[in-house]
Nanobody, 115 residues
Framework: QVQLVESGGGLVQPGGSLRLSCAAS????????MGWYRQAPGMPRGLVAA???????IYTDSVKGRFTISRSNAKNTVYLQMNSLKPEDTAVYYC?????????WGQGTQVTVSS
């Protein structure tokens, strides 16, 4: 059974930083590229960043240079370091494999960027 548990969200001021974590069950983590996705109110869920098992990364244009995805094979965990946060980064953040599998969504973690 696939399990993805996101954590690390919160309220932060513009310009601040947060690090999100996603603990993944071993079978999915070892096999697939992993991604972070986000959904803002009234918007569709979209890819933020993804990392292959070999370490290759992709980012959506709006976060390039500010966000960094990484993974710990020892901990079966994928991270999203978010710096220079902007109000438009406010969303619920989810992890999933990349490409995603609709059956794998977790509960997500809320990120709110506001002064």
């Amino acid at each position: 059974q696939v399990q993805l548990v996101e954590s690390g969200g919160g309220l932060v001021q513009p310009g601040g930083s947060l690090r999100l974590s996603c603990a993944a069950s071993g079978s999915i983590f070892r096999t697939y590229a992993m991604g972070w996705y986000r959904q803002a109110p009234g918007m569709p869920r979209g890819l933020v960043a993804a990392m292959s098992t070999g370490g290759s990364t992709i980012y959506t244009d709006s976060v390039k240079g500010r966000f960094t995805i990484s993974r710990s094979n020892a901990k079966n965990t994928v991270y999203l370091q978010m710096n220079s946060l902007k109000p438009e980064d406010t969303a619920v953040y989810y992890c999933n494999k990349y490409p995603l599998n609709e059956a794998y969504w977790g509960q997500g973690t809320q990120v709110t960027v506001s002064s």
